[in-house]
């Protein structure tokens, strides 16, 4: 197979240094690297670094090789354009229209996926004139990744981080992966749940579960590739946050509840992979339970927790929002899971046979998704990334 050919955009921000590292990654991985950076970017990232980083001259200029149209060729040649950090000006531009330089040129011609990632300070990343640019943007196709959240330029802190080289890298990997097939979750906000809730019984101590959060960071980001805005309600994940999803950080299942009521109002889908306790000890102590020689300890007394897939089921924030449910079963898993599709109300239960070492912290993961209008898609062991993706699918025909 030809190395896929990206075109490597970059525009006018600081974190243009940390562009080098995604072509490197690009380029020691078999990729064919074009980098088209603004005359603002060589400010920071001077012409030389590109050339010595990917093995062929940068292209800057439109009116360079006129004879050979770069303006035009870039784009139409490229499977990928992906232009890291994207400034407030270029998203404007790219959803305007503009083609003033030879990078605004090429994300007119091009006709493979595109993917934005978006670096700037806080307030102008939140100013509706940027806002409605990405939605016009996402709208068309075009996959713009949420800025991360922390250090900005100087002192200042907020969203607007370019998020990690590597995390980049593999949201254009996806995107790759995906080829020429549709961004069919274009325009639509996901809600996704990760990971396992804790709940505490004094400040030191918690009742938790084996649940990795690895399933929801797989649906997280595949949605992502597939074009989705998407938020992703993390319980006590510990892993990367993928490129270009809203990270939102919750404990225990109260808080899960909270923040997946408010996360879910303006939703097109969302799906709880995270393993919810059903049980929290009824007191929490506000220092430390200590033993004492000589006395038993007194019995945890738990109380249950709201089923939070249950309320969303039956509360629909939007008309046609749909409801994912994860249900893991070590017995008559298909039986089980068609009770509990009725019982939770839910539009889709996900239903993975655990056990025995299967599912919880593994890279692998078999399951059937079974539908409320009787479908029933069987997936086979596969990596989790396999599982998302045909989660998606499902969602994704029934969202119309
Ligand atoms: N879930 C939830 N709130 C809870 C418990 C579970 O939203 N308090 C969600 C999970 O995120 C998952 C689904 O419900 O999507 C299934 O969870 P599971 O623990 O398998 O189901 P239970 O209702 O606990 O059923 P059982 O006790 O029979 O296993």
Not at 54 to 60: E, F, L, M, W, Y
Not at 133 to 145: E, I, K, M
Not at 267 to 281: G, K, S, Y
């Amino acid at each position: 197979m030809n190395a896929p050919r990206v075109v490597l955009g970059v525009s006018g921000g600081i974190a243009a240094y940390k562009a080098c590292e995604l072509l490197r990654r690009f380029t020691e991985s078999g990729h064919q690297v074009t980098v088209v950076p603004t005359e603002a970017a060589l400010h920071f990232v001077g012409e030389a670094t590109w050339a010595a980083l990917s093995g062929r001259p940068a292209a800057t200029e439109t009116w360079e090789s006129v004879h050979e149209v770069p303006h035009v060729r870039i784009g139409q040649n490229a499977d990928l354009v992906v232009v890291a950090p994207a400034t407030a000006d270029l998203l404007a531009k790219a959803a305007h229209g503009l083609a003033d330089d030879l990078l605004t040129n090429t994300l007119l011609t091009a006709r493979c996926p595109v993917v934005l990632a978006p670096a700037m300070h806080t307030e102008m990343w939140e100013h509706p004139a940027t806002q409605e640019n990405v939605a016009t943007l996402r709208r068309r196709g075009t996959v713009v990744l949420e800025p991360a959240v922390g250090r900005l330029t100087g002192k200042d802190t907020g969203k607007g981080r370019l998020p990690e080289p590597s995390e980049i890298f593999e949201a254009c990997r996806r995107v790759l992966a995906r080829g020429a097939a549709e961004q069919d979750l274009a325009g639509r906000h996901v809600v996704v749940s990760a990971g396992g809730t804790r709940e505490p019984l004094d400040p030191v101590r918690f009742l938790g579960n084996r649940s990795s959060g690895k399933q929801g960071y797989a649906l997280a980001a595949t949605a992502a590739a597939r074009g989705a805005r998407v938020t992703l309600l993390s319980a006590n994940a510990e892993l990367p946050d993928p490129a270009g999803v809203d990270v939102v950080r919750v404990s225990t299942a109260l808080q899960l509840r909270e923040a997946a009521h408010k996360a879910v109002l303006d939703a097109d889908a969302v799906v709880m992979a995270a393993a919810v306790a059903d049980f929290r000890p009824a007191e929490y102590a506000t220092g430390k339970i200590k033993k004492v020689e000589g006395v038993d300890p007194a019995p945890v007394v738990l109380v249950r927790n709201p089923d939070i897939l249950a309320e969303l089921s039956a509360e629909r924030a939007r008309p046609g929002q749909l409801v994912v449910g994860f249900a893991a079963e070590t017995d008559d898993v298909l039986a089980n899971g068609r009770a509990k599709l009725a019982r939770k109300g839910c539009d889709l239960l996900v239903v993975n046979e655990v056990g025995d070492g299967k599912a919880f912290g593994q890279d692998t993961n078999a399951a059937t998704v079974l539908a409320a209008d009787g479908g029933e898609t069987q997936v086979p062991h596969g990596p989790k990334e396999v599982l998302a993706d045909a989660v998606w699918d499902a969602v994704a025909a029934r969202l119309g």
